[in-house]
């Protein structure tokens, strides 16, 4: 299989991820990836990450749920629905055997509680703010502005997954989870979303085409920004 780095010359998410590249050469280099690889990281870091993303899982699906009813033919929906509905339910599956593994303290963030099944944590303000933007696109722009904006979390989360798997990491925990999102079932997932992509993009005007990049790049720096604020331990200054 060809890596999700390897796109077609002049194809439509090659363009789309041209614009972001530098995005993620950051996100790369970002401590936070780097201690999952060399086991560094702070459990307490991690937790948080957990926790913020099981809240982002959340509206990521509702958002996923509208791209799916817009898209452009029947067979496109099933596809895309069910691979939607496979890797958000792979992902909590995930997030609540990973916080029960980190114990007690797993279930605790910023002063709180949270429940593995649906986190009573507050969402911080990364969390809340990528989510809205999400939502917002999907209600309010075209099937291809929603693509164009959920498809960062998709194929940056594999290519992460994909770059981290060869090295992986001596910690267990941080192992699995870069085993989820580099193993083959994850990446059939984002090659599929990736070609649907290619092929809608393929009529799109320049005007959509522009607005499609501007989404993706939006939303390529908030997925910089929620590593980020996983590093932090970011929570509601007042």
Do not use: K, N
Not at 8 to 14: I, N, R, T
Not at 95 to 102: N, P, S, T, V
Not at 116 to 127: I, L, R, S
């Amino acid at each position: 299989m060809e890596t999700l780095g390897d796109r077609p010359a002049g194809s439509f998410s090659g363009w789309l991820w041209a614009a972001a590249d530098g995005v993620y050469a950051q996100i790369l280099g970002h401590p936070f990836l780097r201690g999952l690889t060399d086991g560094t990281l702070p459990r307490a870091a991690f937790r948080h990450f957990l926790i913020q993303d099981a809240h982002y899982l959340t509206d990521y699906a509702r958002a996923l749920a509208v791209c799916a009813a817009r898209a452009p033919s029947s067979a496109d929906l099933q596809a895309f629905a069910g691979d939607a509905v496979g890797a958000i339910a792979a992902e909590q599956a995930l997030h609540a055997d990973l916080l029960a593994q980190l114990g007690p303290a797993g279930l605790v963030e910023l002063g709180g509680s949270a429940e593995v099944g649906g986190p009573a944590e507050p969402v911080a303000p990364t969390t809340l703010a990528y989510t809205s933007y999400l939502l917002a696109t999907v209600y309010g722009g075209s099937f291809t502005d929603g693509l164009a904006a959920v498809l960062p979390c998709y194929w940056i989360y594999a290519r992460v997954g994909e770059t981290l798997l060869a090295a992986s990491s001596p910690d267990p925990l941080y192992a699995r989870w870069i085993e989820t999102y580099g193993g083959d079932s994850y990446q059939d997932v984002v090659h599929r979303i990736l070609a649907l992509t290619d092929r809608v993009g393929a009529d799109l005007t320049d005007d959509g085409r522009r607005a499609a990049r501007s989404h993706f790049l939006t939303t390529s720096r908030y997925e910089y920004m929620f590593w980020d604020a996983a590093w932090r331990r970011e929570h509601w200054p007042v």
